[in-house]
């Protein structure tokens, strides 16, 4: 099986290349004019978003670098260990809408801290991958399609991360004990 995944991961890209300039071929496109168009039309996209990006990485520098995550496990510590959660793991519910970045680093603290085997490496891989990192989407897509007020999208995004958390603790400590 890991042969077969390993051929088909080989593989894979050089197919889907193929398989868009065959298409582009049938239906005569110009394959190398609609890429460097589409090419072009990313790097203003990409410029556009510059401000929203400086933004929300600036706010979570200066929310590392204050000390408020850290003060915030402390003071949640002992409602933590009471509801069985580790609180190694609260420094990555509180980062990852803001940044995915950040919160990979939390992961690998808490993987090479707790072990891979361990119940904190394991809820908090499953928070990782059951909640987004909300405020770096809105800022992105928002900002590339020029929408400024988005507060209903941030409070359902919120939402959306806080029931993932509790999903993924839920079913961690049903899963793992």
Same mark, same amino acid.
Not at 16 to 19: H, K, S
Not at 163 to 175: E, L
């Given at each position: 099986m890991k042969?077969? &995944?390993?051929?088909?991961?080989?593989?894979?890209?050089?197919a889907?290349?193929?398989?868009i300039?065959i298409?582009?071929?049938?239906k005569k496109v110009?394959?190398?004019?609609?890429?460097?168009?589409?090419?072009?039309?990313?790097?203003?996209?990409?410029?556009?978003?510059?401000?929203y990006?400086v933004?929300?990485?600036t706010a979570v520098?200066m929310?590392?670098?204050?000390?408020v995550?850290?003060?915030l496990s402390?003071?949640?510590?002992t409602?933590?260990?009471?509801?069985?959660?580790p609180?190694?793991?609260?420094p990555?519910? &509180?980062t990852?809408? &803001?940044?995915?970045?950040?919160?990979?680093?939390?992961?690998s603290?808490?993987v090479?801290s707790?072990g891979?085997?361990?119940?904190?490496a394991k809820l908090a891989?499953v928070?990782?991958?059951?909640?987004e990192?909300?405020?770096?989407?809105?800022?992105?897509y928002?900002?590339a399609i020029?929408?400024k007020?988005?507060r209903h999208?941030?409070?359902?995004?919120?939402?959306?991360?806080i029931?993932?958390?509790?999903?993924?603790?839920?079913?961690?400590?049903?899963?793992f004990?």
């Open positions: 042969e077969i &995944l390993s051929l088909i991961s080989v593989w894979i890209l050089p889907i290349i193929l398989i300039l298409c582009a071929i049938i110009p394959a190398y004019e609609a890429f460097t168009e589409g090419a072009k039309e990313g790097f203003w996209i990409s410029v556009k978003i510059i401000p990006l933004a929300i990485m520098a929310l590392r670098a204050s000390g995550i850290d003060w402390e003071i949640l510590r409602p933590l260990e009471f509801l069985k959660i609180a190694d793991v609260l990555l519910m &509180l990852r809408s &803001l940044s995915g970045g950040a919160t990979l680093g939390i992961f603290d808490i090479n707790n891979p085997d361990s119940y904190a891989a928070i990782t991958g059951s909640s990192t909300t405020f770096y989407v809105l800022s992105v928002f900002g020029g929408i007020k988005f999208a941030v409070l359902v995004g919120i939402l959306a991360d029931t993932g958390i509790i999903a993924a603790i839920f079913i961690c400590r049903w899963m004990g």
